[in-house]
């Protein structure tokens, strides 16, 4: 079996086009789903909206808050 710094050698030797898939697929199997947190979410944004709906929360356009972090 092939050691990560054997790996990181045959990587560096890829094209730039190729690294940068190697490292989108790496990446992207570390994002595993995890239900609960989906659900929190779920939950966050569904009372957001609600409070959106019933009054309680204003919106606040995009422009104004980009202006707060110039």
Do not use: F, H, N
């Amino acid at each position: 079996m092939a050691t990560p710094k054997d790996i990181l050698k045959d990587a560096l030797s890829l094209t730039p086009t190729e690294k940068a898939e190697l490292v989108d697929e790496l990446l992207s199997s570390l994002d595993e789903p995890d239900k609960e947190i989906d659900e929190l979410w779920v939950k966050e944004a569904e009372s957001r909206i609600d409070a959106y709906d019933q009054g309680k929360l204003k919106a606040v356009s995009l422009e104004k808050v980009l202006e707060k972090y110039k």
